[in-house]
């Protein structure tokens, strides 16, 4: 299988949340002002990664019109990690997201100290999200936790796999590792002269955005997010260095394909990428990836987060790993609504599909 992550610190499906009174709780959570945290301290946790930087927050605040919430994790009136999550509103309804499906946001949670439980932490999280925050339901994906450590909570979870290649070999050995395939389309793509700059304009955002729309247009769909989207998390990350932004160019100079790359404390990430069919036989996109691999390898990255169990993914030579998602609801028929609401928005994705479909036709 290849080298795996150790887990850092320490599902089954529910209906509505049970909170149990405890008189002396092993773990708290106390909300505190973002604009008063170190948040440099912070991000030196070994446990931390890009999407719960200040800069990565402010952008999800900003697009999906969202309340950050930042707290403490105390024990014993020591300070021994951090929760991060933001509120949104939906149909007046407050949801916790730490983070929420859709959000473009891999993975939030808690930050703790080596030895913490991190099941003590999810512990305290339900008191703090329904009855000091006044949430109605609570969606969590934290890199580090897993499903035994929610058993017997009441937390629902739906599996998810993802793909993660370790950069820690030689360039050799993950070049040898990606299937036949995938390195003869590296070689064509830079034997017919696709080239692959580094971006850090905001014209970058349309090139991909159109580039993205094609991809979707494919399966008669349009795609999840806008531009603004794509924008703004440009403007948002681009002066950290945590960002990188690729182009591929035909031999002509056109811009073929594009990959978003953001990274940090040993993980970069697959955040997006888009391509025009008409120019996918040149093979833009593996060359991409490995470009994308080789920058952050050099700079000191160990790990490759593909993101989703999508099946192409398999050609780069990762190692699977599952992360759940878990959700819990104050009342069981919220999680039915929930339900009904991400039917709802695929329902509508593929009927805009049609539309610009019958549009262009």
């Not at 610190?9 to 709780?25: K, N, S």
């Amino acid at each position: 299988m290849g080298a795996t992550r150790e887990k850092t610190g320490t599902g089954c499906e529910g209906g509505g949340a049970r909170l149990a009174r405890r008189d002396d709780p092993a773990l708290t959570l106390n909300r505190v002002d973002p604009e008063r945290v170190d948040w440099a301290a912070l991000d030196r946790f070994p446990d931390r990664n890009v999407y719960q930087t200040r800069e990565w927050i402010s952008f999800t605040a900003k697009t999906q019109r969202a309340e950050p919430v930042l707290a403490t994790i105390d024990e014993e009136g020591e300070t021994v990690g951090f929760f991060t999550g933001l509120i949104v509103r939906r149909f007046g309804i407050r949801i916790l997201g730490s983070p929420f499906r859709g959000w473009t946001t891999g993975y939030l949670g808690f930050n703790l100290r080596p030895g913490i439980s991190r099941r003590g932490a999810v512990e305290a999280l339900l008191p703090f999200a329904f009855r000091r925050l006044r949430c109605m339901h609570v969606e969590l994906r934290d890199r580090h936790l897993e499903l035994d450590d929610v058993e017997g909570i009441g937390f629902a979870s739906s599996p998810k796999t993802i793909f993660e290649v370790d950069l820690r070999r030689s360039e050799d050995e993950l070049f040898a590792r990606m299937t036949s395939a995938c390195r003869r389309c590296i070689r064509k793509a830079e034997k017919v002269g696709v080239t692959i700059e580094e971006a850090g304009d905001l014209e970058f955002a349309t090139e991909y955005y159109a580039q993205l729309q094609d991809v979707f247009a494919k399966q008669s769909l349009v795609p999840t997010y806008d531009v603004t989207r794509v924008e703004e998390l440009i403007r948002h990350l681009q002066p950290t260095g945590r960002l990188l932004l690729l182009r591929a160019r035909s031999s002509q100079g056109q811009c073929i394909a594009t990959g978003i790359f953001p990274a940090m404390n040993g993980t970069m990430y697959f955040w997006g990428g888009a391509s025009f069919r008409e120019h996918q036989i040149l093979r833009p996109n593996e060359l991409l990836m490995w470009s994308a691999m080789k920058y952050w390898k050099s700079r000191g990255i160990d790990w490759c987060d593909l993101g989703g169990g999508a099946e192409y993914k398999r050609k780069y030579g990762p190692v699977e790993v599952s992360v759940p998602f878990f959700r819990m609801s104050r009342f069981p028929a919220l999680s039915g609504a929930r339900d009904l609401a991400k039917t709802g928005v695929r329902l509508r994705q593929a009927a805009l599909g049609r539309v610009h479909t019958v549009r262009k036709s």
